[in-house]
């Protein structure tokens, strides 16, 4: 027997070493209730050639670091759609412009002032004007804030980041006067960008889906996964050799994907491995830290890093102002991307190759720039509540308004919180929230001949859609003058279909100190939502999640040709066992008031669509609709009229809308006798 003779891997060593320390540093920063990305750059800094020098292979680390940064944007990219992407052009051209010019030029300013030359300070400019992408996208991913008005803004001026950051590098040798032709490189790299995006489209439309196609026709679980890998790391790679990021060629590579029907199931396989390079990255930044610089430097640093973190938040809720966003959306994404990310530590090595900085600033660069992505994870967690007291500021406010009135209008769109005629507004739905479910609800208002009025924040969805005639104004509801101004008061009942769960539970306490009579119905993604927004004050909460599951059972059912009398039947149950188990029971209209008491009766209304000899055109006393059906009517509503005096003289008619009082049962039934 040959025993095979041992080799040493210098990497292997560190790994062990780099998940061991994470474990336990992790596990006694989750008793601290301490963010796992501060526990990985802690490792990074205790294993680092700073502190205990624990690892040895620092490039072997810095690989998988890098790779971490690629399989992070995948995800984000798969999450993503190249329609959604489309639809954020804006944002990413007006928003990442404004930042980073914005930035560019705070910068500058202070450099010059500070005795740095123009070359020096505007390529500090560039350093402090990006962000980082790995953490924040990190953080909005896992809180589910990417479909929100500031997590699509976020993303959107990341991207921004991300791309602008290959000319920010072929313009430091000029900036060191060691390039001769800048802009014939820039134009080359406009139509390398061109080339990149032009093959990301046509492979989106149709190479992946017939890959993907004849992938799964083999059933083959370890074939999918390494055709996944490959259109990663080949779309980063090739993105690389162009002489663009890494990681915009890996968000581009998970937009690819994310077209296909396949993306879930491509996402769900590769999100183990994003998690554990991910990791690496974090750990690698930590390792960058010099505690010994920091020690004799720190008051110095600390203050460049409260002055980071102001100037860059300002400038960033400057861009959401730009966009058209009100003061609290604004306040988080300036909460948001005030640190300096990780492609700035890639563009300072350029400037140190052509000696734009010194070994000094560089040194004070990554200190400060660690110190702010080590405090990102804490300012995101108290950003709502920081925003909120800022927008509810009157100096922050008017300073805000102001901003927008100078920058920033849309046609025929009033201002936030201005009042919509009197005569518009009487029991009238008010829309929070213009996405899909809104849309739908206003449909279904329209068609009805019910009025409504939509509050928005979105400027682009506003001019579309106030073009087409829409009711829709510009407001953030949580705003009470907001509120007014959309006439709540005055209304019956309020929708709250945005995707800031957050928003959504302040929307809900605010309606609340105006009325409590009106009815709220509010959708949330999870379950978990629906008792803090019903505790707040909402009357109906539906979860997409639980209604996504009653349909996909619905049309499993079907597939089966089960009659859909006993389908309807078990939605009904099934309902009925779930929303009252998460005290989603209908308490404040007037007439689910009954069910307080009688838990297991409950109210509906339905039209006569057929004459019935046992129901129509004869006195209630005569056809006991009471006895024979079990229900009891509690009103009847005839050309518009509604009456709730109900005698034995009452006779219903085909045509009126009927509203009946008893068990699930009992209402189905009758239901089906009066129905066509």
């Known amino acids: ?124 400019g560039f350093l402090f004007s990006l962000s980082s992408t790995a953490i924040v996208l990190k953080i909005i991913q896992d809180k589910g804030e990417t479909t929100t008005p500031h997590g699509k803004t976020i993303l959107a001026i990341l991207i921004f980041q991300d791309i602008i950051v290959v000319p920010m590098m072929l313009f430091t040798p000029l900036l060191a006067g060691e390039s001769q032709n800048i802009w014939m490189e820039i134009l080359m790299m406009v139509l390398k960008a061109a080339l990149l995006i032009a093959f990301v489209l046509v492979s989106a439309r149709y190479i992946v889906p017939w890959l993907f196609y004849q992938i799964a026709k083999t059933r083959s679980k370890e074939l999918f996964i390494l055709v996944i890998v490959l259109i990663c790391f080949s779309i980063a790679w090739l993105s690389s050799a162009l002489g663009l990021s890494l990681a915009l060629g890996a968000f581009l590579a998970g937009l690819i994907v994310s077209e296909s029907e396949y993306s879930h199931q491509a996402a769900s396989n590769i999100l183990p491995f994003h998690e554990l390079f991910t990791s690496f990255f974090f750990v690698s930044i930590g390792m960058l830290l010099d505690i010994f610089f920091v020690a004799d430097h720190f008051l110095i640093i600390i203050g460049l890093m409260v002055a980071t973190v102001i100037g860059k938040s300002l400038i960033a809720t400057l861009a959401g102002a730009f966009l058209g966003y009100p003061g609290r959306t604004s306040y988080r994404i300036g909460f948001s991307i005030f640190q300096v990310g990780e492609f700035a530590f890639i563009l300072s090595t350029v400037g140190i190759t052509y000696a734009v900085i010194s070994d000094l600033t560089y040194q004070y660069f990554l200190s400060v720039s660690l110190f702010t992505m080590g405090i990102t994870p804490f300012m995101m967690s108290i950003s709502p509540k920081l925003a909120d007291k800022l927008a509810a500021s009157r100096l922050a406010s008017a300073i805000g308004n102001k901003t927008q009135r100078m920058f920033f209008s849309f046609p025929e769109a009033p201002e936030e919180g201005a009042e919509i005629p009197e005569e518009e507004l009487d029991k009238h739905i008010v829309i929070i929230g213009f996405g899909l479910n809104g849309q739908n609800v206003a449909k279904a208002a329209k068609s009805a001949g019910i009025p409504y009025v939509i509050c928005e924040m979105n400027p682009d969805t506003i001019k579309k859609y106030k073009a087409l005639g829409e009711p829709i104004h510009y407001g953030d509801a949580i705003q009470p003058e907001v509120l007014k101004g959309l006439g709540v008061y005055k209304a019956k009942v309020v929708v709250i279909a945005i995707s800031d769960p957050l928003a959504t539970k302040r929307i809900v306490t605010q309606i609340r100190t105006i009325s409590n009579t009106i009815h709220i119905i509010v959708r949330t993604r999870f379950i978990a939502e629906t008792e803090e927004n019903l505790r707040l004050g909402a009357d109906e909460v539906i979860p997409e999640e639980f209604e996504t599951s009653v349909e996909i059972f619905t049309r499993v059912l079907n597939q089966y040709f089960i009659p859909q009398k006993k389908i309807k039947e078990f939605v009904r149950n099934v309902r009925a066992d779930n929303y009252e188990m998460l005290r989603g029971v209908l308490k404040r209209s007037p007439m689910q008031k009954l069910t307080e008491e009688f838990p297991n009766l409950t109210t509906a209304c339905y039209e006569i669509e057929k004459d019935h000899n046992e129901i129509t055109d004869k006195p209630i006393a005569e056809t006991n609709i009471r006895h024979k059906f079990g229900v009891t009517v509690i009103g009847l509503k005839r050309e518009g009229d509604l009456t709730t005096q109900i005698g034995p003289e009452t006779t219903p008619k085909k045509g009126d809308t009927i509203f009946v009082f008893g068990k699930p049962e009992d209402l189905e039934q009758f239901y089906d006798k009066i129905s066509i």
């Open 1 to 124: 027997m040959i025993l095979a003779a041992s080799v040493d891997i210098p990497i292997l060593s560190d790994i062990v070493v780099i998940l061991g320390l994470s474990i336990f540093v992790i596990l006694l920063f989750r008793k601290l209730k301490v963010p796992p990305i501060i526990g990985f750059l802690i490792t990074g800094i205790i294993a680092g050639p700073y502190g205990f020098q624990l690892i040895d292979a620092t490039e072997g680390v810095k690989v998988f670091a890098e790779i971490g940064v690629i399989l992070l944007l995948f995800i984000i990219g798969i999450e993503f759609s190249i329609k959604s992407l489309i639809s954020i052009k804006r944002a990413v051209f007006i928003g990442g412009t404004v930042q980073v010019v914005g930035t560019i030029l705070l910068v500058m300013l202070i450099a010059l002032n500070t005795g740095f030359d123009l070359s020096a300070a505007i390529f500090l």
